[in-house]
């Protein structure tokens, strides 16, 4: 008797729990249909595995998060940083699972190696912390990018880095956020080259990354290449979407509607070329280059 007092107390326990679990279905942007099941085993694995940083409530206020150098993303704004369409547009679930399966690197957000539906559950159940964003048939995702033929390939990469230096410095200007990587002779050699004109009037800070301000309610550094980690690329091609498409809600912008497609590839190639530079001889050589 004890046993079944036991047991229907442990149900109706269980029961009142459900209560607070989703019970209907719902559309996505891009009308993706969602079920509630699927909803409460996003919602169980976010409890085990994401709260901690990300917060009960997706604000990214986790009792992990204090004192983390990039704080977790607070979901309730419905902002994806490194997602897969001009920023301002909804992402596609893949870009959103990229970072999930590789971590970002150089941050708090690690690999996660979730299987079977789990990975799209927990992607489901994070959008239901910006309702306005996520959920309604209505609701469209943005166009996805993706890497266009490499004009250059391994063969004429020396050529596309050296194109991407002109291109980062001159063209696009990179450093007016980001550092410069040139001395000042050859910024102005470059410029000769590319606009033919010459530079006369050097900014104090172009040895520096300068902060940014962000949708995300916090500042973001744009990283040095040379040193920090790139959160989303490691490729070539990883670093042409994203120089394409920008990172959402931050300074970063879309390069592709500013620099031709082929300046996008030739940068990235430079980009590249300064990550690999990392805890390098040369690197040392080159920032005392740039010093003096
Ligand atoms: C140890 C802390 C930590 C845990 C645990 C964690 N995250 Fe994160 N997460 C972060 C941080 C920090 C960022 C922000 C990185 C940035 O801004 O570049 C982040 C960012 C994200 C993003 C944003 C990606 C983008 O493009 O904007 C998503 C989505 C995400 N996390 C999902 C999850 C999910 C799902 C889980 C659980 C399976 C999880 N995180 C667990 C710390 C964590
Ligand atoms: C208006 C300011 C601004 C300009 C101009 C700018 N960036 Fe950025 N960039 C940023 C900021 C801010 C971040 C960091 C975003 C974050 O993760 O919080 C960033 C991040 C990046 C990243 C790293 C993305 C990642 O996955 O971590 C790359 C690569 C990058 N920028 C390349 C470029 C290139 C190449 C140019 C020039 C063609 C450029 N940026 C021009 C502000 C800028």
Redesign the pocket.
Known sequence: MKNVLLFTTLVTVLFSCQETHFKEDVVMAGGIHVTSGTLNMGKS??TE??????GVKGD?A?V??KG?R????N?KLG?????DVASGDL?HDA??EK??RHG?K?????P?D?KGQQMGA??Q??KTFAPETWIGKDKTLGTQVVATKDPFGLAHRAAAIEKGKGVYHIVAQCQSCHQAYVTKSELNRLSMKISKESITDFDDDMYQSKPQDSE?GVM?LPPDFTWDSV??ASSVEELYLRIAVG???TGMPAWNDTITDEEIWAVSYYVRSLMDLKDTAERKAMMQRLAN
Do not use: D, Q
Request: with cysteine; aromatic share 10%; hydrophobic share 45%.
């Open positions: 694995i976010y595995s994401c709260m901690p940083c990300h990214g986790g992990a998060a983390m990039v704080p977790p993303r979901f902002i994806i940083k490194f997602g992402p870009s959103i970072s999930l970002l150089g941050t708090a957000m690690l996660w979730l927990v992607i159940y994070i995300h973001t959160r989303s990172v959402g809600g």
